[in-house]
Each structure stands twice: as structure tokens, then as C-alpha cells.
């Protein structure tokens, strides 16, 4: 089994209607699991949003996606740890 990598994501996002919604389901369709979510307001637009994701998957290809998401301004991550599991 591959071990699973714990990232710190951050994220800059527009405060539209729906747009945490679908973050964290863009998260969990890329089959990354939400250790914890911190949101701030920066302004009265704009989100601060500070997630650690886990998952076996690269987290390049969260990233990417969301970056295309048209509330996100910017997006970028940090790997924590790696976690190995112990059966």
C-alpha cells in the first residue's frame, strides 16, 4: 500500500454563493480526505481558506483543479508528513 501524504493547502477563493460547497466537493471527488479547514474572511469579496488534505494521490492533481475553478484566485501547497499505515 502506498503511503498516504498529508498536504497544507492554501487557498484564496471570492466569497460567491456555493463556492465552499464546491471546493470541498472537488476535495472529495479527487478522493482526498478534510484532516481540518480553516476559514477567513480577508475582505468582504474574498476567502482565506487553510486545508490539510490526505490522500495516497499526488496532491498536484487537487491543485490543478482547483486552480480552475473560476472563485479561486490562488491556490497553493505545502506536503506535512507522510503517514504510514501499520496493519
Known amino acids: 500500500m502506498p503511503p498516504v501524504e498529508s498536504s497544507q493547502l492554501i ?3 471570492s466569497r460567491a454563493y456555493g ?3 464546491r471546493l470541498i466537493g472537488i476535495v472529495r471527488q479527487r478522493c482526498f ?3 481540518s479547514m480553516n476559514v477567513q474572511s480577508e475582505s468582504a469579496d474574498h476567502y482565506r ?3 490539510v488534505v490526505v ?3 499526488n496532491v ?3 491543485l490543478k483543479k482547483i486552480s480552475q475553478m473560476s472563485d479561486v484566485a ?3 501547497a505545502s506536503k506535512l508528513t507522510r503517514v504510514l499505515e501499520t496493519a
Do not use: G, P, T, W
Open 55 to 57: 490522500s495516497e494521490r
Open 19 to 21: 463556492s465552499l460547497n
Open 11 to 13: 487557498i484564496h477563493m
Open 74 to 76: 490562488s491556490v497553493s
Open 49 to 51: 481558506i487553510q486545508m
Open 33 to 35: 480526505e478534510i484532516e
Open 60 to 62: 498536484v492533481h487537487l
